[in-house]
């Protein structure tokens, strides 16, 4: 860390207001991903998703801090932004379920 400081404290889910969450894969193996399969349902990966300052907020206090966007920035920056995460469409209709499958399709 900068300055001798302490790791950031790991913060809720929650902050990053996410639509999906996929447990099990290695951190940022999204980057790699063209199409999935969740459940039932395929979907095609349409870009990665910049992060806005939503995030620096905690979602119950209000109160607004650096993380997670500057750990983020160390190691996800490049063209002015800072990246986390990717954008799906799918590719039919259908319901997911909680523990549903993920297979990385292409």
């Not at 099990?24 to 990665?48: K, M, N, Q, T």
């Not at 620096?56 to 063209?79: C, F, M, N, Q, S």
Request: glycine share 8%; hydrophobic share 35%.
């Amino acid at each position: 860390m900068e300055r001798q400081e302490d790791p950031p404290a790991p913060l809720d889910m929650a902050r990053f207001r996410p639509n999906l969450v996929i447990d099990g894969a290695p951190p940022y193996a999204e980057d790699d991903w063209r199409e999935i399969r969740i459940g039932p349902l395929a979907f095609r990966v349409s870009e990665r998703c910049d992060r806005c300052a939503v995030p620096t907020y905690d979602p119950v206090t209000l109160e607004k801090g650096k993380e997670p966007l500057r750990t983020l920035a160390r190691h996800r920056r490049w063209d002015g932004r800072t990246w986390f995460g990717i954008r799906l469409i799918p590719r039919g209709r259908g319901e997911l379920r909680l523990g549903d499958p993920v297979t990385v399709l292409a």
